[in-house]
């Protein structure tokens, strides 16, 4: 149970449940093969049955950490600061993206649109999920729309999706892990016929590395 100040502090955007933060390499969409640090906040009411970052859930398992702090640890090691999840999109992050760029950081967050989006952004990665649909013209603002592939439906999800992001907006298809070797096929085959779209993997699992 959060005691009041922090509950005032995560409102504000003060602070923010940190369950982990690294440097490593961007392992999917455009900045794949990039180092960049990433600051996985916990936290995320969306519920995917195939999430790999379960443990991201609960916001109440990880600590409240102060946005100085966190901006701060993460502009001693990359300029390419990648916000992540959980989904980071159920917090206030204008204080957070404030100081990171203050200190000359390029801010990209990765996020399915679930909740409003707030913070300032150089790179947005939308990835929707259909058990909750993006809300508030995030999808107009994506740089990157990530549809993630488990089933044959997802392509059509896709398509909806592609339907409503902005022109330059970039279409990548990704396979869920589990089931790559049954999907991974069939990304192959529909972005020769639908070439507007791009097959992403996810690198970092393939190096074994976060
Ligand atoms: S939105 Fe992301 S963190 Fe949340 S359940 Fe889905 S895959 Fe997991």
């Known amino acids: 149970?959060?005691?009041?100040?922090?509950?005032?502090?995560?409102h504000q955007g003060?602070?923010?449940?940190?369950?982990?933060?690294?440097?490593?390499?961007?392992?999917?969409?455009?900045?794949?093969?990039?180092?960049?640090?990433?600051?996985?906040l916990g936290g995320c009411d969306v519920g995917c049955h195939w999430c790999d970052v379960k443990e991201s859930w609960a916001a109440e398992a990880h600590p409240i950490v102060p946005v100085e702090d966190i901006a701060a640890e993460a502009l001693k090691h990359s300029r390419l600061i990648i916000i992540t999840g959980g989904e980071p999109l159920m917090w206030n992050l204008d204080k957070l993206t404030a100081l990171l760029r203050e200190?000359?950081?390029?801010?990209h967050i990765e996020t399915s649109g679930a909740h409003p989006l707030s913070g300032t952004w150089d790179w947005i990665c939308l990835s929707?999920?259909?058990?909750?649909?993006?809300?508030?013209?995030?999808l107009q603002q994506a740089n990157e729309l990530k549809m993630v592939i488990y089933n044959n439906n997802d392509f059509l999800f896709a398509e909806e999706m592609a339907a409503q992001v902005s022109p330059d907006c970039l279409l990548y298809l990704q396979p869920e892990w589990s089931k790559s070797a049954i999907v991974i096929p069939k990304i192959v085959d529909y972005v020769m016929t639908h070439p507007q779209w791009r097959a992403?993997?996810?690198?970092h699992k393939y190096l074994d590395i976060r």
């Open 1 to 10: 149970m959060l005691d009041e100040y922090k509950l005032t502090a995560l």
């Open 14 to 40: 003060e602070a923010l449940p940190l369950m982990e933060a690294f440097y490593s390499l961007q392992g999917e969409g455009y900045y794949k093969g990039s180092a960049a640090y990433f600051i996985r």
């Open 103 to 107: 200190g000359g950081a390029r801010t």
């Open 128 to 138: 929707p999920k259909k058990i909750k649909r993006p809300v508030g013209g995030v």
């Open 200 to 203: 992403s993997l996810q690198m």
